[in-house]
């Protein structure tokens, strides 16, 4: 695997390192000692799947806080998705500056996100599928979220959203 970590600080995008031959390729895309390498969080305690039937879906921005925090690692196994994290670790020099990727079926990229940030992501294509890989079990008493479209945030979504949720839709505005 090929770690390049984004300009926020723990956050890295994650591309297979392939061995190709007329089969066509094999790659690791998860490895422990790998993540521990590069100062990642291995655990993984939850996978979830996300289908989305409609171009243009949103959905987020997710996070969940401490003593249940999450990493995830993203990837989209079908389709294409624009990935964002915002970083709301307040001690951070990145606080609140957010960073976007876009992960597809055929680019085979994986967005790992530290605790300690927002994650979203709009659909590029009709059934897109995303899978996480989770370090902390769901807790909805832990769940928070931010408006997508929040002007503390400044996203700049590729298209227009098309199906949301009222849950993401209504958040409040941002407050320190």
Same mark, same amino acid.
């Given at each position: 695997? /090929?770690f +390049?970590? $984004? ?5 890295? @995008? *994650?591309?297979?390192?392939k061995? %190709? ?51 995830? /690692?993203? +990837?989209? $196994? ?5 990935? @964002? *994290?915002?970083?709301?670790?307040? %001690? ?20 790992f ?41 400044? @996203?700049?979504w ?19």
């Amino acid at each position: 695997m /090929l770690f +390049r970590e $984004t300009k926020l600080p723990g956050a890295f @995008v *994650i591309e297979l390192q392939k061995h %190709e031959d007329e089969r066509g390729f094999f790659a690791r895309s998860w490895c422990r000692k790998e993540f521990e390498a590069n100062g990642l969080n291995p655990r993984t305690v939850q996978c979830n799947v996300s289908f989305n039937k409609v171009k243009g879906t949103l959905r987020g921005m997710h996070y969940q806080v401490a003593p249940c925090a999450e990493a995830k /690692l993203v +990837r989209c $196994t079908r389709g294409a998705i624009y990935d @964002v *994290i915002i970083d709301l670790r307040r %001690e951070s020099a990145t606080y609140k500056q957010h960073v976007g990727e876009v992960l597809t079926s055929n680019n085979y990229t994986a967005l790992f996100i530290p605790e300690g940030f927002a994650h979203g992501f709009q659909t590029l294509e009709d059934n897109s599928e995303v899978f996480y890989q989770m370090s902390a079990f769901y807790s909805p008493e832990h769940q928070r979220g931010l408006r997508y479209n929040d002007p503390a945030f400044g @996203v700049n979504w590729p298209i227009d959203a098309t199906v949301i949720s009222d849950r993401d839709r209504n958040y409040e505005d941002f407050r320190e």
